[in-house]
Antibody, heavy 122, light 111 residues
Framework: QLQLQESGPGLVKPSETLSLSCTVSGGAISSSDHYWVWIRQPPGKGLEWIGSIYYIGGTFYNPSLKSRVTISLDSSKSQFSLDLSSVTAADTAVYYC??????????????WGHGTLVTVSS | QSVLTQPPSVSGAPGQRVTISCTGSDSNIGTGYDVHWYQQLPGTAPKLLMFGTTHRPSGVPDRFSGSKSGPSASLAITGLQAEDEADYYCQSYDNSLSAWVFGGGTKLTVL
């Protein structure tokens, strides 16, 4: 059974960079059939796609966040990571790492991590 | 403002049928991109409920069904149960934004 686990600081200061990692177990991160995805959910609000990466290295970012986001993948560690720079209070959210399909039924997110709350505050 | 529009809330009594709409446009659902639905129980991560508009993952009861017509999609739940009380989100792809897009979410209350 595939499992994803987010890790990283729960508190980030305004203007700094939010950095999270996601460790994948129970399945291969080096799969050409899947995207590895970051999605966030501000408290009491809906879901927002941040960006995606797949093993060969293609990355796709939400245009509204593109200037501040970097997603990378380290297959040797079975991890993928999120960096979000110049954060403000509006970036306070639960951040989920997840897996989505690349082929048929593209973009459906079939596995999710439990999520980690990141608060932006001084 | 979400690209995909969902009603903020719906409700129904146990045993009843409810539907949740997801209205998009010609740059997402209307142009043929798949619609996927997620169920989020309180305090938990979302769970894939329906993929490719009409397909249920293993373990999802057949009380849940999906459909699409033009730029809109719907999720129907029959035989409503207390355990169905949750937030529901639709998702698709928008080619004018080049982005994966979610609806704003619908809170289902079982009366």
């Amino acid at each position: 059974q595939l499992q994803l686990q987010e890790s990283g600081p729960g508190l980030v200061k305004p203007s700094e960079t939010l950095s999270l990692s996601c460790t994948v177990s129970g399945g291969a991160i080096s799969s050409s059939d899947h995207y590895w995805v970051w999605i966030r959910q501000p408290p009491g609000k809906g879901l927002e796609w941040i960006g995606s990466i797949y093993y060969i290295g293609g990355t796709f970012y939400n245009p509204s966040l593109k200037s501040r986001v970097t997603i990378s993948l380290d297959s040797s560690k079975s991890q993928f990571s999120l960096d979000l720079s110049s954060v403000t209070a509006a970036d306070t959210a639960v951040y989920y790492c997840a897996r989505a399909l690349r082929g048929t039924f593209r973009y459906s997110v079939d596995y999710w991590g439990h999520g980690t709350l990141v608060t932006v505050s001084s | 403002q979400s690209v995909l529009t969902q009603p903020p809330s719906v409700s129904g009594a146990p045993g009843q049928r409810v539907t949740i709409s997801c209205t998009g446009s010609d740059s997402n659902i209307g142009t043929g991109y798949d619609v996927h639905w997620y169920q989020q129980l309180p305090g938990t991560a979302p769970k894939l409920l329906m993929f490719g508009t009409t397909h249920r993952p293993s373990g999802v009861p057949d009380r849940f069904s999906g459909s699409k017509s033009g730029p809109s999609a719907s999720l129907a739940i029959t035989g409503l149960q207390a355990e169905d009380e949750a937030d529901y989100y639709c998702q698709s792809y928008d080619n004018s934004l080049s982005a994966w897009v979610f609806g704003g979410g619908t809170k289902l209350t079982v009366l």
